[in-house]
């Protein structure tokens, strides 16, 4: 009977010892596998902060791309402007040339008309 309780015994701390063993693969086992996933978690941020940084640099670089392309097409239209504008400038400053040629021509022409007809009516009154 002392036998037969001592093996009960005996076997009920084994089980136990079973059961707690196997708690504790158990623990580890859960401790490792969530482990593995904070790895994967913290791989999968990495990759993805790597991706936002290199996406980043990629919208950045194409905005000064764009913007030295708006500045290059800003100063061509400016060079444009400034060209238009002093041919223009030309163009009005030989008109103004022009007219006053014309001015002095016509004067002249009158003061010559004006000398003929005075010549002419001196010379009738003389007559």
């Known amino acids: 009977m002392i036998n037969s309780k001592f093996f009960k015994e005996r076997e009920e701390l084994e089980n136990q010892k079973i059961k707690c063993e196997e ?8 401790v490792n596998n969530e482990l593995i996933q904070i790895k994967n978690v ?4 990495r990759d993805e902060m790597e991706n936002m940084k290199f996406d980043r640099a990629e ?3 194409k905005a000064r791309a764009d913007a030295n392309a708006e500045i290059a ?4 239209t400016v060079n444009a402007l400034r ?6 400038t030309i163009k009005h400053e030989e008109k103004i040339q022009k007219l006053k040629r014309h001015a002095h021509d016509e004067q002249k022409d009158l003061k010559e008309m004006i ?3 005075r010549d002419q ?5 003389g007559n």
Request: proline share 0%; hydrophobic share 40%.
């Open 83 to 88: 060209d238009e504008l002093e041919q223009n």
């Open 42 to 45: 913290t791989f999968a941020l």
């Open 121 to 125: 009516l001196e010379g009738h009154d």
């Open 73 to 76: 097409q800003l100063k061509d």
């Open 23 to 30: 708690r504790v693969q158990k623990a580890v086992a859960d």
């Open 59 to 61: 919208v950045e670089q």
């Open 115 to 117: 000398a003929s007809l």
